[in-house]
């Protein structure tokens, strides 16, 4: 915005936005920072999210975060992506920037900074059940961070092979398909397994997991993105392997001060987003 009499807006903007605890978070964040800022939550129709965001950009708005099918649908409304977000055809976070606006997918980065206090990726081998917008955006950080090798598991062939022939060009870390079973043994070479899979089919909402997971071992590293109170399907399995287990919540939180940080150039603490994250889903 022009003038400084005016407060700055972010928002989120989503499909559905009821259940998504961004307005919540940075209420918190913009509290702590005394920030005289506002954040707004909207519901958008995935065929009307260019509309949207040619609103956000009409009415001056620091930028917005998309969830949902909104993420894959608002690349054509924006001036420009980052890398990340063309990488995985998404976009999760909205910044305006003199060019314009500019889209981000901040998941990979997020799941990245959850991992590296627990083990350092390089050199290892990882497997990456999914090939959506948050595993693309992981299996980009992961061939950047130069792991030694990637296997792309999805229930979707295409999709799997388009992850796989994505990575492979960018010359980085090998990458390969295995197939998809109701039950995914995990290899003996793995080090590390991520699991990216719609949060619409875990076991707190009321459904079965996806895939179930086995050969759990105590030198595992498993991140799984599922935003859940409690453990996932994938994460208890971790556990009962005595692997380190990395929930959502861990990850939501470091992408949380990652898209914090890339509005404000703030830092913010990340065990307090943790605790209002507790508090939000246990409400």
Known sequence: MTSVALQEIVALLGCPAAGNPAQYLFERLIQAAGLDWRFLTFDVAPDRVVEAINGVSAMGFRGCLLSGPLRSAALSGLASASPTATFSNAVSLIERQDSGLVGHMTDGRGMMEALRPHIDPTGM????????????????????????????????????????????????????????????????????????????????????????????????????????????PVIACALKGNACAIDGLEIHCEKTAIDWHTWTGLECDTDMLRESLDEYLNA
Request: glycine residues 4%; negative net charge; hydrophobic residues 55%.
């Open 125 to 232: 081998r990882v497997l990456i059940v999914g090939a959506g917008a948050a595993a693309r955006a992981a299996a980009l950080e992961l061939s950047l961070a130069r792991v030694a090798e990637i296997l792309i598991c999805d229930r979707t062939l295409e999709r799997a092979i388009s992850l796989v022939e994505s990575l492979q060009a960018l010359d980085a870390a090998p990458a390969r398909m295995i197939d998809w079973q109701a039950v995914i043994d995990i290899p003996s070479e793995v080090g590390i397994v991520v699991s990216a899979v719609p949060a619409e089919s875990l076991q707190a909402k009321g459904l079965k997991p996806t895939v179930e997971l086995t050969g759990m071992r105590s030198d595992l590293v498993v991140a799984d993105f599922a935003l859940v109170t409690q453990p996932s």
